[in-house]
């Protein structure tokens, strides 16, 4: 097994929203996978109220050296003040699925632009 290789989850305020940040990050080759989830329903706190909102939720595969970067550019191109970046290790996958992850990820954690 490949190890290394995290799914990251990214809510947005829409599909539109997830589908432009999903295409960045392919794009840039930060992830080698996206799918969203629209109609997601939270419940959340924000500046001391109770919210509740529908969003759409993206379940990005990369490598966990490309989390600091895929946080980065997702803050860029998002419209959240705050939005939700967090990312879950993939313990264990099928061998050939994690390593068309590597091989479709940039390597390492370089600069934009560079890999």
Known sequence: MKAGK???LITTGSEEEAERIA???LEERLIACANWIPKVRSLYWW??????DQETLLLCKTRESLFSR???RTKALHSYEVP???SLP?????DPYL???ESETVSGSAPFGES
Do not use: K
């Open 84 to 86: 939700e970046i967090i």
């Open 6 to 8: 995290i799914v990251v």
């Open 90 to 94: 993939l313990r264990q996958g099928w």
């Open 99 to 101: 390593s068309w992850i």
């Open 70 to 72: 895929l946080a980065e």
């Open 23 to 25: 295409r960045a990050l």
């Open 47 to 52: 500046q001391g109220r109770l919210n509740e």
